[in-house]
C-alpha cells in the first residue's frame, strides 16, 4: 500500500511559538486532508486540498498541497493550549477509493 | 447538519465473541468508510460502503465485515474477537465517493478481554 511520512513525530513547544509539520507520499496524490485528533475522539477535520499548488488557510492554521503533488504541510502560527492534539494527515492517490494516512504528529503546547 | 455517529462508544467484549458496531453518517452522505486505529499501527483502512455495496476492502481478515443500509447506515462486524482485535473503530463518511473529504465519527473503543 501507499506509505506516507509525516515528520516530526512528536513537538514541545512553548504557547505563542510557530508549528510547521509535513507529509510525504511514495506516489502522487490528487487529495490532501489534515485532522486533529484528541484524546478519545475521532479526527477533526482542519484542512482538505485539492490543487497542486494550493495553499488554504483556516484561522491561524495554513496548509499547501506541494506542488511535486507527493506532499503537503501544515503550519500553525501562535500556539496555544488548545492546539494540544494528535495532526494526521490523509492523501488519497485517486486509483481507488481509499483514503492513506500518515503516523501523526503529536503537539504539545507548554503554557 | 448532525455529524457522523457511532454507537456503542464503549465496548468490552472476550475472547472469541463477536461484535457488531453501528455507524450513521452525515445526512446526505452515501459513502461510509470504516478504520481501525491502534497505538502501534495508526489508522488502517478496513472497508469502504457505497449505496449498499463495498467498493473497497483492506488488509485484513475475512473476520471482520460490514454492510450498508437503505439509508446509508453501516454496520461493522467483527466475528471470534481476539485480543489484538481492541482498537478505536472509527467510520468516516463523505458525499458521494471517499476521495471527497471525509469527515470522522467519534468512534467505538472495543476491550477485547
Known amino acids: 500500500g501507499q506509505q506516507l511520512n509525516q515528520s516530526p513525530q512528536s513537538m514541545f513547544i512553548q504557547e505563542g511559538e510557530d508549528v510547521s509539520m509535513n507529509c510525504t507520499s511514495s506516489?502522487?496524490?490528487?487529495?490532501w486532508l489534515w485532522y486533529k485528533q484528541e484524546p478519545g475522539e475521532g479526527p477533526v477535520l482542519l484542512i482538505a486540498?485539492?490543487?497542486?499548488?494550493e495553499l488554504t488557510s483556516n484561522g491561524r492554521l495554513t496548509a499547501q498541497f506541494g506542488i511535486t503533488r507527493k506532499d503537503s504541510f501544515l503550519n500553525i502560527s501562535a500556539s496555544i493550549p488548545s492546539d494540544v492534539g494528535i495532526y494526521f494527515c490523509?492523501?488519497?492517490?485517486?486509483?481507488?477509493?481509499?483514503?492513506?494516512f500518515g503516523t501523526g504528529t503529536s503537539l504539545t503546547v507548554i503554557p | 447538519k448532525a455529524g457522523v455517529t457511532q454507537t456503542p462508544r464503549y465496548l468490552i467484549k472476550t475472547r472469541g465473541q463477536q461484535v457488531t458496531l453501528s455507524c450513521s453518517p452525515i445526512?446526505?452522505?452515501?459513502?461510509v468508510s470504516w478504520y481501525q486505529q491502534t497505538p502501534g499501527q495508526g489508522l488502517q483502512f478496513l472497508f469502504e460502503?457505497?449505496?449498499?455495496?463495498?467498493?473497497n476492502k483492506g488488509n485484513f481478515p475475512g473476520r471482520f465485515s460490514g454492510r450498508q443500509f437503505s439509508n446509508s447506515r453501516s454496520e461493522m462486524n467483527v466475528s471470534t474477537l481476539e485480543l489484538g482485535d481492541s482498537a478505536l473503530y472509527l467510520c468516516?463518511?463523505?458525499?458521494?465517493?471517499?476521495?471527497?473529504?471525509?469527515?470522522f465519527g467519534p468512534g467505538t473503543r472495543l476491550l477485547v478481554l
Open positions: 468516516a463518511s463523505s458525499e458521494w465517493v471517499s476521495q471527497e473529504t471525509q469527515y
Open positions: 506516489s502522487i496524490f490528487n487529495t
Open positions: 486540498l485539492y490543487k497542486a499548488g
Open positions: 490523509a492523501g488519497n492517490p485517486n486509483t481507488g477509493n481509499q483514503f492513506y
Open positions: 445526512s446526505g452522505h452515501r459513502s
Open positions: 460502503y457505497f449505496s449498499e455495496t463495498q467498493r
